[in-house]
C-alpha cells in the first residue's frame, strides 16, 4: 500500500513509519517539523520505500494514497502551548484538507486525537462514551479543542460522504524519539535524574497518569487502521496502568541510578488529575493491549536519552 504519515518525523509518527516499512508498505512522512525532527526519520531515509515531504498540512496536500494516518500537531504542552495557532489549525484546516485528500483518493483514513479530549475528567477510568470536561476558552484549547474539532468533522465526513476514516485517543505514551525539552514528565524527570539536577512534579505529586509504550501504541494505530469493522469507530489507546506523577519521579529516579531531589512546583492551570484508558473496547475490537511493562519500557527509554545525550555533547 501508498501510505501518507503526517507529523511522520514527529515521536509517535516517525515509529509508525518504520514499523509500516517494516510491513513492506510505501510510506511518505509529510512534516514541517514544528516539532518533529529530521534525526527521528535518519535511519529511514536510504530505505528503498520511504520518502519524506517537509510541508504543512494547513495547505492542501496533492498525493495518491491507500491510508492516510494524521498525526501532525504539536502533542506535548509545551509544544502546542509555543505554537498554539499552528497548533488550532493543523488540527481543524488540517483535518478538513486530509479528509478532502481521503476523499478524492478513497483512502482510509486516520486521526490521531487525544485523551485531553477528555479535559480533566470526571468519569474514570475514561470510557469512549464520556463527553469530556474541557474548557473551551482555558490555555490548552488550541490543543484539546481543536483535537474535538478534528473529531466532529472527521465523523461528518464518515456520515455525510462516506470516507472509511476512524478516531483514536492516544492517552500518555514514552519512548524513544521523544522530545526531551517537550516538557512531559517523562523526558522531563529522565533527563533531570540523568543530569543529577533536581526532579520537578508539579503540583504535590499525586495526579494521576496512565504511560503506554510507543511500541504498544504503534501495534494498536495499526490494528485500528486495518482491522475490519473500525470504520466510524472512536478508540481509546493507551495503558490503563495507573501511578502517581510523583510514582513515575521515584521510580525513574531509581531506573537512573540517580540521586536528585524532587522539587514540587505550582500546579498549571487545566492540569487534569486525573488520567487513564479505559480499554475495553481495543480488546474487544482489534484484541489490543499493551504487553510491554513499566520497567521494561523505561529502561529502554532512559538508554535511548542517554545515548543521544553522549551524541549530542559527543
Request: hydrophobic share 35%; aromatic share 8%.
Amino acid at each position: 500500500m501508498r501510505i501518507v504519515v503526517t507529523g511522520g518525523a514527529g515521536f509517535i509518527g516517525s515509529h509508525l513509519c518504520a514499523r509500516l516499512l517494516g510491513d513492506g508498505h510505501q510510506v511518505i512522512a509529510v512534516d514541517n517539523l514544528i516539532t518533529g525532527s529530521r534525526r527521528n526519520i535518519a535511519h529511514l531515509l536510504e530505505h528503498p520505500n520511504f520518502s519524506y515531504l517537509q510541508h504543512d498540512v494547513i495547505q492542501p496536500l496533492d498525493i495518491e494514497a491507500n491510508a492516510i494516518f494524521h498525526l501532525a500537531s504539536p502533542a506535548s504542552p509545551k509544544g502546542y502551548m509555543d505554537h498554539p495557532i499552528e497548533t488550532a489549525l493543523a488540527n481543524s484546516l488540517g483535518t478538513h484538507n486530509l479528509l478532502e485528500m481521503a476523499k478524492r483518493c478513497d483512502a482510509s483514513f486516520l486521526l490521531a486525537s487525544t485523551s485531553e479530549a477528555y479535559g480533566d475528567p470526571q468519569e474514570h477510568p475514561q470510557r469512549e462514551s464520556y463527553w469530556g470536561h474541557v474548557n473551551p476558552v482555558g490555555p490548552r484549547a488550541c490543543y484539546d479543542e481543536s483535537k474535538r474539532f478534528g473529531e466532529a468533522l472527521t465523523t461528518t465526513y464518515i456520515r455525510s460522504v462516506g470516507v472509511d476514516a476512524r478516531v483514536i485517543r492516544i492517552f500518555n505514551t514514552y519512548g524513544p524519539h521523544s522530545d526531551p525539552a517537550d516538557g512531559r514528565i517523562v523526558p522531563n524527570f529522565i533527563t533531570q535524574a540523568v543530569d543529577g539536577k533536581p526532579i520537578t512534579v508539579y503540583g504535590d505529586g499525586s495526579q494521576t497518569r496512565s504511560l503506554c509504550y510507543v511500541d504498544d501504541l504503534v501495534e494498536g494505530i495499526i490494528a485500528t487502521m486495518f482491522k475490519p469493522g473500525t470504520k466510524g469507530e472512536v478508540v481509546n489507546l493507551g495503558n490503563p496502568e495507573e501511578h502517581t506523577v510523583l510514582e513515575y519521579a521515584q521510580i525513574i529516579r531509581r531506573l537512573c541510578g540517580s540521586s536528585s531531589e524532587i522539587l514540587f512546583e505550582a500546579l498549571p492551570q487545566d492540569d487534569p488529575t486525573r488520567r487513564c484508558p479505559d480499554i475495553s473496547k481495543a480488546w474487544a475490537l482489534l484484541g489490543w493491549r499493551p504487553c510491554i511493562g513499566l520497567e521494561d519500557g523505561l529502561n529502554r527509554t532512559i538508554q535511548w536519552f542517554k545515548t543521544v545525550t553522549k551524541e549530542t555533547s559527543g
